[in-house]
């Protein structure tokens, strides 16, 4: 049985949010760089593709493509301008510019429609039809795939180390020679392509662009709250969030409707995750199965060299304490006696008095009796 059109679409409205998240991912997660203004190319993609096939009659999906290229090259001027700062100041140059387009595409009336909006021709007139939006769920879940393609390749390339090294330590990596203001355009550039492509891919399926809702600081919130929350440094992480964000939010808009709810509960999402799992749910999952799964000191899960090398280290203390047992009688015994008290052997104490030049040293007492010999050194009367 084929799902109908109100689960389809909502379908499509996830697998949106987690195209935007993941291309969000590919400056933030990257470089550490947040920007709240990312929904500034989702609304150039969108309104770009709308005007194109309005304005110049291209085809719809060719329009699509030009305006990703469009987005590409508004981008790089911007990007110079705005990698020039850091931390909350990025923060704030990415809102600034999102409001700037907000501004300009609502007071165009004569270009873009102003307030009322911008009607797009659809691909497929009939878009009602269940077929339809399962086609665009698979455009969506393909250009999804590419994204993560691209994330993966650049996670496992050269650039992609630098680009961590910069989220590390950016200074630290600027002076091990990584060129890192090329090296952030480059992924500005990306992440704002692929925003702009999923933007595109929107007014093409959706059909009518607000500039409020196209160009609002919130959708850029979105993305960086369904990243954080999946996890930023992994490869599904976006998606994760985009599922679990994204199915929440259209729970709560159509249980609640128009109450603005949902805005209440993306807030305390949003501050669970900074609070408790900073890293995301997948790092946070991995941790804790690496806590009580099977620890890394198992002799099952150790090589060959480990084993080896255990084993040497526990034999070294032993053959320590043998080399002390086998060594000198004579040795041991001279050393014991210089070690014990010297009153313990009289004629030893005697000699090293002597020896040490002491005159109050007492000599050994001769021996009396009638078996007793003469002693040389102590002369009777008779002989004297």
């Known amino acids: 049985m084929a799902p109908n059109a109100y689960i389809l679409s909502a379908g499509i409205v996830v697998a949106s949010y987690a195209c935007t998240a993941t291309a969000w991912n590919f400056m933030g997660g990257f470089t550490g760089y947040v920007s709240l203004g990312h929904a500034a190319f989702f609304g150039l993609g969108a309104y770009g593709t709308g005007l194109l096939i309005r304005d110049v009659g291209l085809p719809s999906f060719v329009a699509w493509l030009v305006a990703g290229v469009i987005v590409l090259l508004?981008?790089?001027?911007?990007?110079?301008?705005?990698?020039?700062?850091?931390?909350?100041?990025?923060?704030?140059?990415?809102?600034?510019?999102?409001?700037?387009?907000?501004?300009?595409?609502?007071?165009?009336?004569?270009?873009?429609?102003?307030?009322?909006?911008?009607?797009?021709?659809?691909?497929?007139?009939?878009?009602?039809?269940?077929?339809?939006?399962?086609?665009?769920?698979?455009?969506?879940?393909?250009?999804?795939?590419?994204?993560?393609?691209?994330?993966?390749?650049?996670?496992?390339?050269?650039?992609?180390?630098?680009?961590?090294?910069?989220?590390?330590?950016?200074?630290?990596?600027?002076?091990?020679?990584?060129?890192?203001?090329?090296?952030?355009?480059?992924?500005?550039?990306?992440?704002?392509?692929?925003?702009?492509?999923?933007?595109?891919?929107?007014?093409?399926?959706?059909?009518?662009?607000?500039?409020?809702?196209?160009?609002?600081?919130?959708?850029?919130?979105?993305?960086?709250?369904?990243?954080?929350?999946?996890?930023?440094?992994?490869?599904?992480?976006?998606?994760?969030?985009?599922?679990?964000?994204?199915?929440?939010?259209?729970?709560?808009?159509?249980?609640?409707?128009?109450?603005q709810f949902h805005l209440v509960a993306t807030a305390l999402l949003l501050g669970i995750v900074v609070l408790f799992m900073p890293d995301g749910i997948i790092p946070a999952a991995q941790s804790l199965l690496k806590r009580f799964g099977p620890q890394d000191s198992s002799i099952r899960e150790m090589t060959a060299a480990e084993l080896l090398e255990r084993n040497r280290a526990a034999a070294t203390p032993a053959a320590a304490g043998d080399a002390t047992a086998t060594a000198d009688p004579t040795t041991a015994v001279a050393q014991q006696r210089r070690e014990d008290d010297p009153t313990a052997d009289p004629t030893t104490a005697v000699v090293q008095q002597r020896r040490e030049g002491d005159p109050t040293a007492e000599a050994p007492r001769p021996r009396t009796g009638p078996d007793a010999t003469p002693d040389a050194t102590n002369p009777s009367e008779e002989d004297r």
Do not use: C
């Open 74 to 259: 508004i981008t790089i001027p911007v990007g110079i301008a705005a990698l020039r700062v850091r931390g909350a100041s990025f923060v704030i140059v990415s809102i600034s510019f999102v409001l700037i387009l907000l501004l300009v595409f609502q007071a165009w009336g004569s270009f873009t429609g102003g307030s009322d909006g911008l009607v797009v021709p659809r691909p497929f007139p009939d878009l009602l039809r269940p077929e339809h939006h399962r086609v665009f769920f698979y455009l969506f879940a393909g250009l999804l795939a590419v994204m993560l393609v691209a994330w993966w390749a650049i996670d496992r390339s050269r650039f992609g180390t630098g680009l961590k090294a910069i989220r590390e330590d950016e200074d630290k990596a600027q002076a091990l020679g990584v060129p890192t203001r090329n090296y952030k355009l480059v992924a500005y550039v990306v992440s704002a392509t692929f925003t702009g492509l999923a933007g595109g891919m929107y007014a093409l399926w959706f059909g009518d662009l607000d500039p409020i809702f196209q160009f609002s600081i919130m959708l850029g919130s979105y993305m960086v709250l369904m990243a954080l929350f999946g996890g930023v440094r992994h490869l599904f992480g976006p998606l994760l969030g985009a599922i679990v964000v994204g199915t929440g939010l259209e729970y709560f808009k159509l249980e609640f409707g128009d109450t």
